[in-house]
């Protein structure tokens, strides 16, 4: 018998369209990870809730987010694709969680204190214990390895308290959690009008979204910040310029990046000339991907069926938990 697979755990926000940075810094590792670990793949719509969304539109969302998840190469006979809501055993251990998370720790979260500050009028009990939902996510299926970004590792390391606390008062049960990104530098693919990364909501037109339009690929890319060039061979690269060679070298040939590069650095490069070739091959690289998540979002009956065989595999790893929880905690009475 072969050695047990380590078991990660990551949840996909169920708000916005997936864009270029979602997908090369998160789904293209999700891709790679299906073939070696035992993946537990989430689309978070609890977590959604602390923002009260449209129910309408959080339906429409859930569908389109695991589409577009699904077309970008997640198989869902290789991992455990499931809605968070699906799986009530994660709500129990939330609570059972929520005993042991304390009123001042998750007040000095700073991505609660951002939200305070932002929306001071919902600052709802959701939001209070988002990092709590997070660590019941992972830890309900016992998870080992966490994929998340700088923003979440705090919540990771709250994870880890959290799942010492239970051992330490009821017995081993919780692997204490460990952020994950496949040892590579992770991709961090700026805004085309060079400020910040690409974002869901910000700048949509200088984010390229996993169902943008050629014409609208290349519309995008043609606005893209830009400079007079460089003025002394082989000088540095402005972040800006830098990041179209980032995007080009993910979407172009390798001769492609090479031949712009000389250009660059020999004080030829014509920003007009590479903006037309990223844009085609950037239009030849979305298409597919936006033409089958376009396919499988109109299948209604093919995302039902993998919706539920999710749940029904994700249920049968989380109430083992919940029932070894429940044992060591003296919630068993039968």
Not at 130 to 155: F, N, T
Request: net charge neutral.
């Amino acid at each position: 018998m072969g050695k047990e697979k380590e078991i990660v755990v990551s949840g996909i926000r169920s708000t916005g369209i997936l864009h270029l940075g979602n997908y090369f810094g998160a789904i293209r590792n999700y891709i790679r990870m299906q073939e070696e670990y035992n993946c537990y793949f989430f689309v978070a719509d609890w977590h959604s809730l602390t923002t009260h969304p449209d129910p309408k539109a959080l339906r429409g969302n859930v569908f389109r987010v695991l589409a577009e998840n699904i077309a970008s190469g997640l198989d869902p006979e290789k991992v455990t694709l499931y809605v968070q809501s699906d799986v009530p055993e994660i709500a129990e251990l939330y609570l059972m969680l929520n005993m042991m998370a304390y009123k001042g720790e998750l007040e000095k979260v700073p991505t609660f204190k951002d939200k305070v500050r932002q929306n001071p009028d919902n600052v709802n009990a959701g939001l209070l214990t988002y990092p709590v939902l997070m660590s019941a996510d992972i830890l309900i299926h016992r998870g080992y390895k966490v994929p998340v970004g700088k923003d979440q590792e705090q919540h990771l390391e709250m994870s880890r308290n959290f799942a010492q606390r239970f051992n330490n008062r009821y017995g081993q049960l919780f692997p204490e959690p460990v952020p994950f990104n496949f040892g590579d530098d992770l991709i961090r693919i700026m805004s085309l009008d060079g400020n910040g990364k690409m974002s869901k909501s910000e700048n949509q037109n200088a984010t390229i979204y996993l169902n943008d339009s050629d014409d609208a690929i290349r519309s995008k890319i043609k606005k893209a910040k830009t400079d007079s060039g460089p003025q002394e061979p082989n000088s540095v690269m402005p972040d800006y310029i830098s990041n179209l060679f980032t995007i080009m070298r993910l979407v172009s040939t390798p001769d492609t990046v090479q031949h712009f590069t000389d250009a660059f650095n020999n004080c030829g490069i014509r920003y007009g000339d590479l903006k037309k070739q990223l844009a085609e091959d950037m239009a030849a690289f979305i298409k597919p991907i936006r033409e089958r998540a376009e396919a499988i979002e109109h299948d209604q009956a093919y995302l039902n069926r993998i919706m539920r065989e999710g749940a029904e595999k994700a249920r049968a790893s989380a109430v083992q938990t919940l029932q070894e929880a429940r044992k060591l905690m003296g919630l068993n009475y039968y």
